[in-house]
């Protein structure tokens, strides 16, 4: 993909102030000020009522039983702006990474054998391991079945899965995502193995494609691939090894490379080199197949040293390669090779190597040399040729592996890796103000990986603390617009050391507080608790505290406990900090209150049955602070506050006995969670779903449920509420629910809890 004109260089930057880092990404339409700057930020960040959102339990004692309170979402960090742009951009559909078939290679000698069986295997099984050693061939094997199987290029799915970080392989997540990515499917299900095979099955049945995943480092980056696609093909090529006392299934069909024969060896040299050369020393040509010809890619490397220099004979290569045993045979032809090229050549090669990200972009290698693109486009072509680097896939280059140990790091490889940095981050910028439009997210999904790569350098200088700061706010975005939460806690961690090893305390409070938002949202009250006084106490007092802070005490107050009076005061001082006509921070203020008034409304009814009356005018309250906050969502444009005050909306009207007008608002908020990208949003809206059906549609309620927990995190409140649920709507696995809902409260095992927390453990433990 073409990337748009790079920006220029940016005046240098104020001493950021707290959150300053994440609304700088977004200054083109954020105010300049600093008092409008607050402001601002406090309408960029969304609602603790959006976070703290209610599930009830599976009865109908509404009053005797009230539903229980999910706390855990949080602070999410997206603006009214992207919201709305996500709604009205028909382009806002997941990107598809450009996937067809690498060119096949004419004739593979050696392996008519291999390439009929695993043609054959994966007509006849569906999915088929083309597996063996680095440099043994497996990608020209695969690459070629594929063309067999699906010659029409729009037929064909294609993802490389080789490392971006060459100090760890690809997660199963990540892998997921790169094949819905490749199939242009939504990637809502990346986190759930089983859901990501539904929908590659469903997107491949009765369609005649081929999806090849080259490069599989393990059998468990894969092992959640549909067994068998009726009509489709799916081809998996790589080591593919199987560590940890792991094995693949014996139904899946593999297909084993082995070393070239010799005489394979020799035809393939012969097929590059003339055939007077291989004929002159036929004791040399021998050796050299012996030794060194078994490996297609070493075969290949050998043939194209020897096609390059005429002059070289058989025997003298054979002695050169003999003499340096403890070296690797290709990184020897390389060195060679090396030798061959222009010194502009070798000092791009140098910066590429010892760059920590494995696959960069002609764009970034520009960035890298400081050269015109034209000059550094002919030296990539001449490394290229030469073996040094290989072609990835478009317009994105890899050294190869052999290569790296025979450049030394250059004198100005600090510059060089400085321009790519700032390059990284005015890309960040550029693309992160366009989500979620198709080309931002193209971007994204390719190098978000370079990007959290970058943020985690070890040893950050001084120089690179305004582009790491860029980077991790547009990796922030990013994360939480596909609800990666895993990635948003990774990258906020390596903001927080960076920010500690360069000494910056108002980025350190602004990770912090991150870290606190992304454990309220995967249920762990005690880190949301521990990383909110981390950024509380990189404050002055709690009259400096911006919106945030106020609201983030809120949240977590809820999810450790029932101190509503506080919970109260909080809210209270985050609406001080409000301006008056700031429509998104008083919807949020809106949601917040309706919010405290059902918790009040439920420990009313947990109390005393005679206290029902009090419960039903605090429902009654948050009844009319919805309204009014759906308006003003709706008023803004903010989808997931419409989303919230919907749900919200929904579960006081269960609790008033309105069944009807409550089904008909989750629908709506699913939609909009939908919309918005929102799984987990969408996911306690299903589980509410479910129980208020009748105990008649226990088979409903049982599928809605177990969609939700697919969706969920391991552990919090709703996935605790769902376990118990499913428990009583399919009481043959109660006990195996029951073990995994008490697991699922393991946060607040020996400390303080919510009433909610209670009586849901207590529930779960009478099953």
Known sequence: MSSPSRKPSREPRRPPSLFQPVLEMLRSFLPKTPREFLA??????????????????????????????????????LSTRLLRAREQNPES???????????RIDALIGRDSELEEAVDRVR????????????????????????????????????????????????????????LRTLGRPLG?????????????????????????????????????????????????????????????TDVAVVRLDPLSPADGVALLRSQVAADRVDAAPEATERLATLFLRRPAIAAGIGRWLAENPQVTIASLVKDLESRP?????????????????????????????????????????????????????????????????????????VVDAARPIVQPPENQGVAWRRLLEYFAERADFFAERLPQREARTWFGIEDRALLQILRMPRPAPWASGPLWRIADALEVWFLLEQRHEERRDAARALAYAARTLKAEDVQATAELRLCQIALVLGDPREAQRRFDGAAGLQTGV???????????????????DEFASVESSLVRYAQKLPGDDVSGQTTRWINMAVLQIRRGQ????????????????YTDAFGMLIQALGGAQQTGDVNAEAHALELLALVNHFMEREQEATAKWAQAVVLY????????????????????????????????RSALRRLPPTGVSTALARLHLARVDPRNAQAQRERGLAALAPWDGVAEPLQVAEIRKRLLRL
């Open 40 to 77: 601002a930020a406090i309408t960029f960040v969304s609602s603790l009522g959006g976070a703290l959102l209610i599930e009830t339990f599976f009865e109908n004692l509404k009053r005797l039983i009230p539903v229980a309170l999910f706390v855990p979402i949080g602070l999410f960090l």
């Open 93 to 103: 559909g997941e990107p598809v990474e450009p996937g067809h078939l690498p060119p």
């Open 124 to 179: 006849d099984r569906g999915l088929v391991v083309v597996r063996g050693l680095a440099k043994i061939g497996t990608s020209a094997l695969a690459v070629d079945v594929g063309w067999s199987l699906a010659p029409e290029v729009e037929l064909q799915h294609y993802a490389d899965l080789r490392r971006q970080d060459r100090n760890r392989a690809e997660d199963v997540p990540s892998v997921i995502r790169r094949v």
């Open 189 to 249: 299900s990346a986190e759930d193995p089983e859901e990501a095979e539904r929908e590659v099955l469903s997107t491949l049945r009765d369609t005649g494609r081929v999806l090849l995943l080259d490069n599989v480092e393990r059998w468990s980056q894969v092992a959640w691939l549909p067994r068998h696609v009726p009509g489709s093909w799916v081809i998996v090529a790589g080591e593919v090894r199987t560590d940890g006392g792991e094995a693949i299934p």
């Open 326 to 398: 403890n070296d690797p045979t290709l990184q020897v032809l390389l060195d060679m090779q090396l030798g061959r090229t222009r010194p502009a050549a070798r000092r791009l090669l140098a910066s590429l190597a010892h760059t920590p990200i494995s696959e960069l972009g002609i764009d970034c290698v520009t960035a890298l040399a400081g050269e015109s693109e034209h000059e550094v486009e002919q030296t990539m072509q001449e490394l290229n040729q030469h073996g040094l680097v290989e072609k990835v896939r478009e317009s994105r280059f890899r």
């Open 543 to 561: 009259e400096s505290w911006p919106a945030q802070l106020h609201l983030a005490r809120a949240a977590t107050l809820l999810a450790t406990g």
């Open 603 to 618: 420990v009313c009814g947990f109390e005393e049955k005679d206290r029902a009356g009090e419960a039903d005018r605090l």
């Open 674 to 705: 939908r919309r918005s990208g929102d799984m987990i949003g969408q996911a306690r809206c299903q589980m509410n779903q479910a129980a208020a059906l009748p105990a008649a549609r226990h088979r409903d309620a049982a599928r809605l449920l």
